[in-house]
């Protein structure tokens, strides 16, 4: 902008354009701008979660809906989930460079997210229509999803070396406070004023972050709407991968690489401890400790909404401070420890003191080994592939669950419940000792030299510039 003085001639405004840079809203530009932002979409991602996961199924079930109807309501909400592998190729291979690598897909899924409960709002389904509201579950969580994965991927293309740690702790901090604070509130809305209420609070609190991803940049000089001034930044432009094959190629060169290949082994046992738990906890504070189901619920939410703070607050911190694969080895360590200590001691699982400490300490290391385990698998993470390979990563942690759950149910059938811990513990000693051997990057992959060796330069040529 330019100012007149009383000749007529124009004089650069430097204070105009201090204010300008000031409100134009650029990730690259500042660390507290993308740690802000992370929060932000991770919180408003767990509020779908609160609500499809928690709220709405507490609703269906005091509405006298069956355990089946409910089941078949929250199994709607985890379909979506299981895509998302596909969901990292489709971001990695089609996107709006102008506007950002990943900017367009979140404005997209947020929006998604804000429609779909707006139309939940407006059928505003009874309990007895199951049917109905398992497809509005579906089509939330879809686009919960897609934010989820483009989440991610923003943040391993735009998080330097230094904010991966806190990153990761704010990524999951965030969504469980989220994912917490709906629950409560959602479960208060539906209960006094109806489901349309939860819906229509759920998308107020979305819609509002909607605003905030729209008026934010990636990268200096691209474009706030398809229809703005603005280019693609040169760094997106050398790393998009512009057909299916050469996508799918690096997608498997970047997986089967031997270091990808052991963090992907890690990633599908990470989930054990909260599979076992999931399985066999409930009925042992009930049937042997001879605790009430609310006192249970009531124990493990406390457990889950104080390790989400520890989490956001210091969880990220400590990681960096550490270091990502000493903090793994610690929390496995941990994990093995307790396991064995809690396997040796069933002849006091009655004992409210240990089964308390015990249900904690699980929900406290689950919480930690995803914080510590997020930035290892951003630093591995091919650039022009992120989506794909984090996703994946992500995706295999889906694995433990499941198997935690099997061998909880098969040592219990055998009458020899103990015999799931140390089975836990076994497997959480040999991750030690992989953390101990194996050396995972400490930094992720300079984009330079990934655009070097895509795209060697060549004497007489300019070098792509890259800001």
């Given at each position: 902008m330019a100012v007149l003085d009383l000749n007529g001639s124009s004089v650069y405004s430097p204070i105009y354009e201090f204010f300008r840079r000031l409100l134009i809203l650029i990730l690259e530009r500042s660390a507290?701008?993308?740690?802000?932002?992370?929060?932000?979409?991770?919180?408003?991602?767990?509020?779908?979660?609160?609500?499809?996961?928690?709220?709405?199924p507490a609703w269906l079930a005091a509405n006298g809906a069956s355990t089946a109807a409910v089941a078949g309501v929250v199994s709607a909400s985890i379909l979506p989930w299981t895509l998302k592998f596909f969901l990292g190729f489709i971001m990695d291979r089609y996107t709006y460079?102008?506007?950002?690598?990943?900017?367009?897909?979140?404005?997209?899924?947020?929006?998604?997210?804000?429609?779909?409960?707006?139309?939940?709002?407006?059928?505003?389904?009874?309990?007895?229509?199951?049917?109905?509201?398992?497809?509005?579950?579906?089509?939330?969580n879809s686009g919960t999803a897609f934010?989820?994965?483009s989440i991610d991927s923003l943040t391993v293309d735009i998080m330097p070396e230094d904010e991966r740690g806190k990153a990761a702790g704010i990524m999951f901090g965030g969504q469980v406070l989220g994912m917490s604070v709906f629950t409560f509130f959602g479960?208060?809305?539906?209960?006094?004023?109806?489901?349309?209420a939860?819906?229509?609070?759920?998308?107020?609190?979305?819609?509002?972050?909607?605003?905030?991803?729209?008026?934010?940049?990636?990268?200096?000089?691209?474009?706030?709407?398809?229809?703005s001034d603005?280019?693609?930044?040169?760094?997106?432009?050398?790393?998009?991968?512009?057909?299916?094959?050469?996508?799918?190629?690096?997608?498997?060169?970047?997986?089967?690489?031997?270091?990808?290949?052991?963090?992907?082994?890690?990633?599908?046992?990470?989930?054990?401890?909260?599979?076992?738990?999931?399985?066999?906890?409930?009925?042992?504070?009930?049937?042997?400790?001879?605790w009430t189901q609310t006192s249970y619920t009531n124990?493990?939410?406390?457990?889950?909404?104080?390790?989400?703070?520890?989490?956001?607050?210091?969880?990220?911190?400590?990681?960096?401070?550490?270091?990502?694969?000493r903090a793994a080895l610690i929390m496995c360590i941990l994990v093995s420890v307790c396991a064995i200590s809690f396997g040796l001691a069933h002849n006091h699982w009655s004992n409210v003191s240990l089964l308390t400490a015990y249900f904690w300490q699980i929900e406290f290391?689950?919480?930690?080994?995803?914080?510590?385990?997020?930035?290892?698998?951003?630093?591995?993470?091919?650039?022009?592939?992120?989506?794909?390979?984090?996703?994946?990563?992500?995706a295999a942690s889906n694995v433990g669950r499941p198997l935690g759950s099997s061998i909880a149910a098969a040592t219990d059938n055998m009458g020899v419940p103990y015999l799931m811990y140390f089975i836990l513990a076994s497997v959480f000693v040999v991750l030690s000792i992989v953390l101990w051997f194996v050396r995972f990057p400490t930094k992720a992959p300079d984009v330079v030299q990934i655009i070097e060796q895509n795209d060697p330069i060549v004497e007489g040529e300019p070098a792509p510039k890259i800001n």
């Open positions: 507290k701008l993308r740690l802000i932002t992370v929060f932000l979409f991770y919180f408003t991602q767990g509020i779908p979660v609160g609500l499809f996961f928690y709220a709405i460079l102008p506007m950002g690598r990943r900017r367009i897909w979140i404005i997209g899924a947020q929006s998604t997210i804000v429609v779909m409960l707006i139309l939940a709002a407006i059928l505003s389904p009874g309990a007895k229509e199951i049917w109905l509201i398992s497809m509005l579950a579906f089509l939330v934010q989820d994965v479960g208060h809305l539906i209960a006094n004023y109806g489901p349309m939860g819906y229509l609070t759920a998308a107020l609190f979305v819609s509002s972050v909607v605003v905030f991803g729209i008026f934010i940049y990636e990268r200096e000089g691209e474009r706030r709407f398809p229809w603005g280019d693609a930044h040169p760094r997106n432009v050398h790393i998009q991968i512009k057909a299916w094959k050469p996508l799918l190629i690096n997608s498997w060169k970047a997986m089967l690489a031997p270091i990808s290949l052991v963090a992907f082994a890690i990633f599908c046992v990470r989930t054990m401890p909260s599979g076992i738990a999931e399985a066999y906890h409930p009925g042992l504070a009930t049937n042997l400790g001879g124990t493990i939410s406390a457990a889950q909404f104080a390790s989400g703070i520890f989490a956001l607050v210091l969880g990220g911190r400590a990681v960096t401070k550490i270091g990502a694969q290391f689950a919480t930690m080994l995803i914080v510590a385990f997020i930035p290892i698998a951003m630093r591995l993470c091919n650039p022009g592939v992120a989506a794909t390979q984090f996703t994946l990563y992500m």
